[in-house]
């Protein structure tokens, strides 16, 4: 992972003293082994998250229809 560098020309005199002639370094906050790249395609997830929602939508219509298809055929007392 590289990090990017200011020129020594382009630091304050205030840093060029305290760095001298080199440039300013930045140093990584993370370790690179505890950055992950995650391959997320957001069309598929939209898609596979709408599909999952019409299926569920379709077995609470289908338990619906069977809960009143019970209460029809069942016998009052």
């Excluded at 906050?29 to 019409?54: G, H, N, W």
């Excluded at 619906?64 to 016998?75: A, C, H, N």
Aim: no cysteine; net charge negative; proline share 6%.
């Amino acid at each position: 992972m590289d990090l990017p560098k200011i020129k020594n020309e382009d630091l304050p005199q205030e840093l060029r003293e305290i760095l001298g002639d080199s440039d300013a370094e930045f140093q990584s906050l993370v370790d690179p082994m505890d950055v992950i790249d995650i391959q997320f395609d957001p069309d598929s997830y939209y898609e596979s998250r709408t599909k999952t929602a019409q299926m569920l939508i379709e077995s609470r219509k289908k338990a619906q229809e069977y809960l009143e298809q019970k209460e029809k055929t069942e016998l009052p007392e």
